[in-house]
T-cell receptor, first 109, second 114 residues
């Protein structure tokens, strides 16, 4: 069965304290792995798509990496405005996209 | 980036009534749209895949007679919650596929059934 897990469930960082979020997946025929950011009461905002092991993408303080079994979202020197829930999703067959439970990030000034 | 608009953003209705939620891709055509449901502090649960001009594909456990999906044009998909009950109260989010692997989400619609 296709499955996506994320850890930790919640993460609290001091401003400037770098860290990583993990996304582990089990899916047959991975066609893509996505990272989204979601603010309370809003729809997810697209961040990155990764397609193959070894691929990396960067955007401002965020960097996403992909292996055959997991992906990491590295946050370098986070700021309070980076506080949000970060969702990982995988695209399996037939464009079906399965979301993980998310990591709630709080960055304290 | 591509824009997906969802309407209404909030709706309150009485138990037993039906509610329609619209999902529009504003600056691109989407042959495939997806409907998700999100419970408080939980992730998105895929409800169904909506394909333009054909019947929607529902995920296991989702009642197709309760959640009617219509994808009548390349820019519009609708979700109708029929005979809504309090347990249908939730945050419903749609997404539209711009290209393989590129999904853009609407802002979501919060449904409250009294």
């Amino acid at each position: 069965e296709d499955q996506v897990t994320q850890s930790p469930e919640a993460l609290r960082l001091q401003e400037g304290e770098s860290s990583s979020l993990n996304c582990s997946y089990t899916v047959s025929g991975l066609r893509g792995l996505f990272w989204y950011r979601q603010d309370p009461g809003k729809g997810p905002e697209f961040l990155f798509t990764l397609y193959s092991a070894g691929e990396e993408k960067e955007k401002e303080r965020l960097k996403a990496t992909l292996t055959k079994k997991e992906s990491f979202l590295h946050i370098t020197a986070p700021k309070p405005e980076d506080s949000a829930t970060y969702l990982c999703a995988v695209q399996a067959a037939y464009d079906k996209v399965i979301f993980g439970p998310g990591t709630s990030l709080s960055v304290i000034p | 980036g591509a824009v997906v608009s969802q309407h209404p953003s909030r709706v309150i209705c009485k138990s037993g009534t039906s509610v329609k939620i619209e999902c529009r891709s504003l600056d691109f055509q989407a042959t495939t749209m997806f409907w998700y449901r999100q419970f408080p502090k939980k992730s998105l649960m895929l409800m169904a895949t909506s394909n333009e001009g054909s019947k929607a594909t529902y995920e296991q456990g989702v009642e197709k007679d309760k959640f009617l999906i219509n994808h009548a044009s390349l820019t519009l998909s609708t979700l109708t919650v029929t005979s809504a009950h309090p347990e249908d109260s939730s945050f419903y989010i749609c997404s539209a596929r711009l290209a393989p692997g590129e999904l853009f989400f609407g802002e979501g619609s919060r449904l409250t059934v009294l």
